[in-house]
């Protein structure tokens, strides 16, 4: 089988014009099975007009989009097109489009940690628990292909990161495809094997390290790309040497100290150099997010 037929969606030289002006324009981009494919690019760059028309919702007026035969595709939309004053608890919504049984339904909103909303009001979700429903609607039938436009829009920073750890852990366990839209630079490029940058066209792609060095990328985001690609350091106070001593920022050293050490958490750009000796702060990234 050639790899292009092992492809869940491929886009090649796609571009939509609308009233004459192009949206997006000349997109080459494929995911395959157990990939996580992010789509960054500012405000009004052709992020959600490129994944519609990988999902089929528009016709490339140029070029091609093709999809695997028989594809089946979950999609988190951007905005919700849905009358927020009529009562819709979460079961409603989870079977709105999709006859699902009770223990289906149950099923999904176990894999997102949303059970417990399940006779929840809609209206009444936070921004975290919005995302996690809407997960859960997506992943229900197990699609091959799942597409998410910004999947942590109203989401603080500690459940962006529970958020992506989430997408990273359904990836796995169903081994869909995600190909996913994100203005947000910070921890969303670590979470993905391949980043397409858009800008109108394709401004830089390839792994979030390639994406995070190259000049076009940095000339569209300038500062914030610096601090792009994040990883999510666990900073300590203190160093843990090799003998199991602990070394303090004041450079004492003790063999033994009671109480809580000073952590913080905090995102820092790749770019800023890995530590790489006993005195480098201990790293991990966030919630194995970017594991691929
Ligand atoms: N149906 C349409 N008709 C005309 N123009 C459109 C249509 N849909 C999108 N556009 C325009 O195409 C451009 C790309 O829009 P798109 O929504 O794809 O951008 P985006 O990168 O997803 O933006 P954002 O980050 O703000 O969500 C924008 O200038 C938008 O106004």
């Given at each position: 089988?050639?790899?292009?037929?092992?492809?869940?969606?491929?886009?090649?030289?796609?571009?939509?014009?609308?009233?004459?002006?192009?949206?997006?324009?000349?997109?080459?981009?494929?995911?395959?099975?157990?990939?996580?494919?992010?789509?960054?690019?500012?405000?009004?760059?052709?992020?959600?007009?490129?994944?519609?028309?990988?999902?089929?919702?528009?016709?490339?007026?140029?070029?091609?989009?093709?999809?695997?035969?028989?594809?089946?595709?979950?999609?988190?939309?951007?905005?919700?097109?849905?009358?927020?004053?009529?009562?819709?608890?979460?079961?409603?919504?989870?079977?709105?489009?999709?006859?699902?049984?009770?223990?289906?339904?149950?099923?999904?909103?176990?894999?997102?940690?949303?059970?417990?909303?399940?006779?929840?009001?809609?209206?009444?979700?936070?921004?975290?628990?919005?995302?996690?429903?809407?997960?859960?609607?997506?992943?229900?039938?197990?699609?091959?292909?799942?597409?998410?436009?910004?999947?942590?829009?109203?989401?603080?920073?500690?459940?962006?990161?529970?958020?992506?750890?989430?997408?990273?852990?359904?990836?796995?366990?169903?081994?869909?495809?995600?190909?996913?839209?994100?203005?947000?630079?910070?921890?969303?490029?670590?979470?993905?094997?391949?980043?397409?940058?858009?800008?109108?066209?394709?401004?830089?792609?390839?792994?979030?390290?390639?994406?995070?060095?190259?000049?076009?990328?940095?000339?569209?985001?300038?500062?914030?790309?610096?601090g792009a690609l994040a990883v999510y350091e666990h900073d300590h106070d203190h160093v843990?040497?090799?003998?199991?001593?602990?070394?303090?920022?004041?450079?004492?050293?003790?063999?033994?100290?009671?109480?809580?050490?000073?952590?913080?958490?905090?995102?820092?750009?790749?770019?800023?150099?890995?530590?790489?000796?006993?005195?480098?702060?201990?790293?991990?990234?966030?919630?194995?997010?970017?594991?691929?």
């Open positions: 089988m050639s790899e292009a037929a092992d492809n869940l969606v491929q886009l090649t030289r796609a571009g939509i014009q609308k009233s004459g002006s192009w949206l997006v324009r000349g997109v080459d981009l494929t995911v395959s099975p157990g990939e996580i494919v992010t789509l960054i690019g500012p405000n009004g760059s052709g992020k959600s007009t490129t994944a519609k028309m990988a999902l089929g919702i528009h016709k490339p007026t140029e070029g091609f989009a093709v999809r695997r035969h028989g594809l089946s595709v979950g999609y988190v939309p951007q905005k919700l097109s849905i009358d927020w004053t009529l009562p819709l608890n979460v079961k409603r919504f989870m079977r709105l489009t999709n006859p699902l049984s009770d223990a289906e339904c149950m099923v999904a909103l176990e894999r997102t940690g949303a059970a417990r909303l399940v006779g929840e009001e809609m209206r009444t979700l936070s921004g975290g628990e919005l995302q996690r429903v809407m997960l859960a609607r997506a992943i229900a039938r197990s699609p091959d292909l799942l597409v998410l436009d910004e999947p942590v829009q109203g989401v603080d920073y500690a459940g962006e990161i529970a958020i992506y750890s989430l997408i990273s852990e359904i990836r796995k366990t169903i081994g869909c495809g995600i190909l996913m839209i994100s203005h947000d630079l910070h921890v969303v490029m670590a979470a993905a094997d391949q980043v397409v940058c858009l800008n109108g066209h394709v401004c830089c792609r390839g792994t979030p390290s390639d994406v995070s060095r190259d000049q076009n990328y940095h000339q569209l985001f300038g500062t914030r790309a610096g843990h040497l090799p003998d199991g001593r602990v070394r303090h920022s004041d450079g004492t050293v003790c063999d033994h100290c009671p109480g809580e050490h000073d952590h913080t958490h905090e995102a820092h750009g790749i770019s800023g150099g890995q530590p790489s000796d006993e005195t480098a702060p201990h790293k991990r990234v966030a919630g194995g997010v970017a594991d691929a």
